[in-house]
Each structure stands twice: as C-alpha cells, then as structure tokens.
C-alpha cells in the first residue's frame, strides 16, 4: 500500500464561508500575495465574492 493511498493521512481545510472541512486536492482556491482562500464549491465561492464586492461599495 502506497503511503499516499492511507485516507487518515488526508490534508484537509476549511471551506472560508460554510467552514466544511475538504481534502485540499478537491478545494477550490482564491490566491492573492499574501494568504490562499479555499472553498468547498462554486456556491461557496460566489457567496464569499458577492460578500467581497458588497463591502467594497
């Protein structure tokens, strides 16, 4: 058995907006200079944008 294959060895993260926790190989990200955003889906994703683009008004 590949070292690689052992779930429990899983990275996970949390989704920024739902806090859903995902294996970093299936999140979504949002990088910028300084700090790397990821997202459980697009759902998730448009939210945080929409959330962006409101404070910025």
Request: net charge negative; charged share 25%; with cysteine.
């Amino acid at each position: 058995m590949n070292a690689n294959d052992n779930p429990a060895e899983t990275q996970m993260v949390a989704c920024e907006i739902c806090l859903k926790e995902i294996p970093v190989s299936e999140a979504k990200s949002e990088e910028a200079t300084d700090y790397v955003l990821y997202f459980c889906g697009i759902d998730c994703y448009q939210q945080w944008k929409q959330q962006a683009e409101d404070e910025a008004q």
